[in-house]
């Protein structure tokens, strides 16, 4: 079992070192080491509340400047002490709360790959018994579908951020929409490409992204929305805030809690409260069954969060708040991107349409992209994926290490 | 149903690696004829050159803004300036290879007056400035990077291209020699098209990494010519949706900076419309060109 997780971790090492710029071998160790210390700690002594403090030590070292605030863009700390600090530290957080930390997590809690681009390494489980082939039929799909939403449908949709300078209604509400078509294929292609990539080499990690678009509300959405975070926010922050509080006091600090380990600032701050406020809202209604009102609201919540999400410039947040409207000169400026920007848009927006339209047929019942992943899906998303592929945009992984 | 069965197989064993195989095999191909636009042969004509000039006192020092947009010639007609345009597509790749490159042209280095250094990384994004950085990190030379690249060239716009009866591979980013005054030869040159002008351009929120980035590379000009007045230009660009007030942020540090460490700050004016440029924002054509150095010449003697 040690031997086969070694393995695993040195591939991922390699790999890591290879396609991450400005990464040396310290980066790689130093969480080892880090981890392999705590693991020592918990098996010695039992910390009371470690785990809440190990959660916010990236809110700590974002507070005073250690790391970088996560925003969507390309965010990479140098610091090789630091690297991977935000999933190791949750995942430690996790671990200990459920007394399942110790030795034997540690290769897997400190895999470079998952501390790059997440998702927090919550379990590592083994399915080597299952063969070869079985695992290649299984999880190389996941590997197609995750490198066409990363590269094909991601990458190029950062031609689109100069939007973000634009403070009009019509222009954030427009960037908000990119940004988080964006961000969903990045990190859910990066999420995916991993989960297949793991499971050929005989390990089930966490499927970060559960089809987050098809939801009839806000609730379902987070539900299929970076998932590991949720599981380790509704261990630590929820289940312990319900037992003694009102649903909206837990939302409020399970939202506030997330958005401090996203990043101490305003605009996060301000995008915890907009989500617990919908969160409850939308539970409200549905309490009245009334499910209308939570679908027509889901679009709005998302966008808006979005918008609130991406700006940490307070000043233009705050301007951008006023939905002033100037016109919609935007939409020239739109058509100036590359062809193939515009074409990832589509593709991205035809994506999450499939995900909301389709989200009652018997293909999409599990939500893990299984309508993706089918031999003829594939086949097309190869040959669009062979044609579109291009070396235009930014590559980063936005949930990347900070 | 076993017909499905069937079918699916043969899609996800057979006809999905084939269709694999033949995209890596195709991006190895092309990785193995790699062509680096011409720039070795472009480098080894500003060589060839420099030996046949005499007594130069003067060097544009850039990248593609300056090989297409100033002329030493149109320069060295003005009787102040005999000028030779050193400047290297994409700045020579990374900073260590374009000085060191300057560095090895055999120019009296003690003998140059004037430097002119003309760099579009100030109006560069994120990602431009960010791939400089690796760029010099990695210390690409001068030819380029040629690292094998699975995400190259869309294979979608070259088979449009194709279609429409030019050529599969991208024939703009191969460059004429340059001619005695080491300036782009637009004489033998097609690949102007304003139509692959993209106007959307924004400056790199790495404002103190590009600050520091610019000092360094003052101060290796400073060290190669010590007795050259430094001219650091900040080039001419489309007008466009670009914040003013970065812009003018960064040209105010610039004029700060060029008061304290001793070298002369130009901010070149807005190139009015695509008719003056040849293709990227900041690259002219010849009447483009014509106007950007005309520019320079009176900026320098208006001060």
Redesign the interface.
């Known amino acids: 079992m040690f031997k086969s997780q070694l393995f695993v971790w040195i591939l991922a090492a390699i790999a890591t070192y290879a396609l991450l710029d400005r990464l040396n071998f310290e980066h790689l160790i130093i969480p080892l080491f880090i981890v392999s210390f705590f693991a020592f700690l918990s098996s010695k002594y039992r910390l009371k509340n470690i785990e809440y403090l190990l959660f916010f030590t990236i809110s700590f070292t974002g507070l005073f400047g250690l790391t970088e605030t996560l925003t969507g863009f390309y965010a990479e700390s140098t610091n090789a002490l630091l690297f991977g600090l935000s999933f190791y530290s949750a995942s430690m957080a996790y671990l200990i709360s459920q007394n399942r930390f110790g030795y034997q997590s540690v290769l897997y809690v400190s895999n470079p790959l998952l501390l790059s681009t997440g998702p927090i390494a919550l379990f590592f489980r083994n399915i080597s018994h299952k063969s070869l082939r079985k695992r290649i039929e299984y999880f190389f799909p996941f590997i197609i579908v995750g490198t066409f939403m990363f590269q094909i449908v991601g990458t190029p949709l950062t031609e689109f951020f100069f939007l973000i300078e634009s403070t009009d209604v019509i222009s954030s509400i427009i960037f908000a929409a990119i940004f988080e078509i964006f961000i969903y294929a990045n990190f859910c292609g990066l999420s995916l490409l991993l989960y297949g990539l793991f499971g050929l080499f005989g390990y089930r990690i966490p499927l970060n992204f559960k089809q987050p678009f098809s939801s009839r509300n806000i609730i379902e959405f987070w539900r299929g929305w970076h998932t590991s975070l949720s599981q380790v926010l509704k261990v630590l922050f929820y289940k312990p805030l319900r037992k003694k509080r009102s649903l909206f006091t837990a939302l409020i600090g399970v939202y506030i809690a997330s958005a401090m380990w996203h990043g101490v600032t305003l605009n996060f701050l301000l995008w915890g409260l907009f989500h617990a406020s919908f969160f409850w809202l939308s539970s409200k209604f549905l309490k009245g069954n009334n499910s209308l009102l939570p679908i027509l609201l889901m679009p709005f919540i998302i966008i808006l969060g979005r918008l609130i999400f991406a700006e940490s410039d307070t000043e233009r947040l705050f301007e951008k708040l006023t939905f002033s409207f100037y016109g919609f000169d935007v939409f020239k400026e739109l058509f100036e991107v590359p062809i193939l920007s515009i074409l990832a848009l589509l593709l991205g927006i035809a994506l999450i349409i499939s995900e909301f339209i389709f989200k009652n047929s018997k293909i999409m019942n599990k939500r893990n992209y299984k309508y993706l992943r089918t031999p003829f899906s594939l086949l097309l998303l190869i040959i669009v994926g062979v044609l579109l592929t291009s070396n235009l945009g930014e590559e980063f992984a936005v949930y990347g290490q900070r | 149903m076993l017909y499905t069965d069937n ?3 043969l ?2 064993w057979v ?2 690696p084939l ?2 195989f033949s ?1 890596i095999s195709f991006r190895i191909i092309e990785w193995q004829i790699f062509k680096d636009g011409g720039r070795k042969e472009i480098a080894q004509q500003h060589l060839e050159n420099l030996r046949n000039l005499k007594d130069i006192n003067c060097l544009i020092l850039g990248g593609s803004n300056s090989f297409f947009s100033l002329s030493a010639e149109h320069m060295s007609r003005n009787d102040e300036f005999n000028c030779y345009n050193l400047s290297l597509i994409n700045e020579g790749y990374s900073d260590e290879s374009y000085f060191a490159y300057v560095k090895s042209m055999p120019i009296k280095q003690i003998e140059i007056a004037h430097v002119f250094y003309s760099t579009a990384y100030l109006l560069a ?3 431009v400035f ?1 791939e400089r950085l ?1 760029n010099n ?1 990695n210390k690409i030379g001068i030819s380029g990077d040629s690292s094998f ?9 070259r ?1 449009k291209n194709f279609l429409e009866g030019k050529p599969f591979s991208p024939s703009y980013l191969l460059y004429p020699n340059p001619n005695e005054r080491g300036d782009f030869n637009f004489e033998l040159y097609d690949g102007c098209d304003p139509e692959r002008i ?5 400056l790199t ?1 790495k404002q103190d990494e590009l600050k520091n980035w610019i000092k360094s590379n003052l101060l290796r000009i400073k060290n190669l010519f010590p007795n050259a007045e430094v001219y650091l230009v900040l080039p001419s660009k489309l007008a466009n ?1 670009l ?1 003013k007030a970065n812009l003018a942020n960064l040209s105010n540090y610039l004029q700060a900076q060029a008061n304290d460490q001793s070298f002369r700050y130009i901010e070149q004016s807005l190139f009015s419309n695509t008719d003056e440029l040849c293709f990227g924002f900041q690259h002219a054509n010849q009447i483009g060109r014509k106007k950007r150095t005309t520019e320079l010449l009176d900026l320098i003697h208006s001060e």
Request: hydrophobic residues 50%.
């Open positions: 079918v699916n197989r899609i996800f006809l999905i269709i694999l995209f994004d994120d990602k960010a690796k990190a690249r699975l995400f190259g060239g869309s294979l979608a716009l088979l993209n106007n959307s351009w924004s929120t949706s914040n």
